[in-house]
């Protein structure tokens, strides 16, 4: 590994041709310039420059170090000046990835909630699923992922990263208000062997799920929005899986509990030092305060569900 530093001492020697030049240019002592071209040729394991009259020539070695030299510390003058600019935005924007079905009940509940605390909160929703949404966290694409995992599952347990539960959801059959299962207070999948679905793309799981109770499930739409899903049903196109949390129906359309599914934990997760760790911190706060409503309110409502 070659020292930042002393490859801009290289980069100053090649541009002025002499140790005494570049220790001007870079405001050094002409002895510490010649310190760290020494450490830079131990580094290097071969001469880098020689003597030419009064100053000093590249060897090829030399000339060839230098060129990475020059690209190696644009790319971190590049880099300072992103960094620069990361810390001049708005520490109030939150970017949050937001899992299948998009959590209609809670998002809308814990930004308002957060707002409250942090009047001028922003924040930048983007759709994702469980490990998508994940992985955006983990490349810093994101500052919050709101995530859902099957609740035999043990919590991600990432280093660096914190992981809250909020509360334990269910899934639910969304379906046409007047449809003759909507009379049910819930529902398995033996119910629906003769049903038509509105699945998205990766609906492998439906498929196993139909298959371990003995059917094929027949797929009216594929659909690769979730928006879409809602009129889908509302047009009687087939009914489809959504999370509890999912969906806010309307007068034509109802849900009915999926009692033989399984249920998933929903988790916030972030990273445990941030540099809008306040703000941050106040998104969760929000986020767990809402899913507790949420519970609560829905510990005290019937299996079926109109919204």
């Not at 030049?21 to 880098?48: F, K, V």
């Amino acid at each position: 590994m070659f020292d930042p530093r002393q490859l801009r001492v290289l980069a100053a020697v090649a541009h002025t041709g002499s140790y005494t030049a570049a220790a001007e240019a870079l405001s050094y002592t002409q002895p510490a310039i010649s310190y760290q071209m020494r450490m830079l040729e131990r580094a290097a394991g071969t001469a880098l420059v020689a003597r030419a009259g009064r100053g000093v020539r590249l060897t090829r070695a030399g000339a060839v170090l230098a060129s990475h030299a020059h690209v190696v510390l644009a790319a971190l003058k590049d880099a300072e000046a992103e960094l620069s600019a990361l810390a001049g935005e708005d520490v109030r924007q939150v970017r949050l990835a937001v899992g299948h079905g998009g959590h209609a009940r809670l998002i809308p509940q814990a930004v308002a909630s957060a707002r409250r605390t942090v009047p001028d909160l922003e924040v930048a929703l983007r759709r994702a699923d469980g490990n998508a949404a994940g992985n955006m966290l983990r490349r810093g694409e994101v500052d919050i992922a709101v995530v859902s995992f099957p609740e035999n599952e043990p919590a991600p347990d990432d280093a660096g990263i914190q992981a809250i539960r909020l509360l334990t959801d269910e899934v639910h059959i969304l379906l046409p208000a007047e449809h003759p299962l909507a009379a049910a207070d819930s529902l398995t999948l033996t119910d629906l062997t003769e049903q038509s679905w509105v699945v998205d793309g990766d609906h492998r799981y439906l498929l196993d799920a139909c298959a371990r109770v003995g059917f094929t499930p027949r797929i009216g739409a594929i659909v690769e929005d979730q928006l879409d899903v809602r009129s889908l049903v509302a047009g009687e196109i087939g009914i489809a899986l959504v999370d509890s949390l999912g969906y806010t129906c309307g007068p034509t359309l109802v849900t009915r509990w999926l009692r033989d599914w399984p249920r998933h934990q929903v988790y916030a997760l972030s990273w445990s030092n941030s540099a809008r760790a306040d703000t941050i911190d106040a998104v969760i706060a929000a986020l767990r305060t809402a899913a507790g409503r949420l519970s609560r309110h829905r510990a005290n409502q019937p299996s079926a569900s109109r919204a």
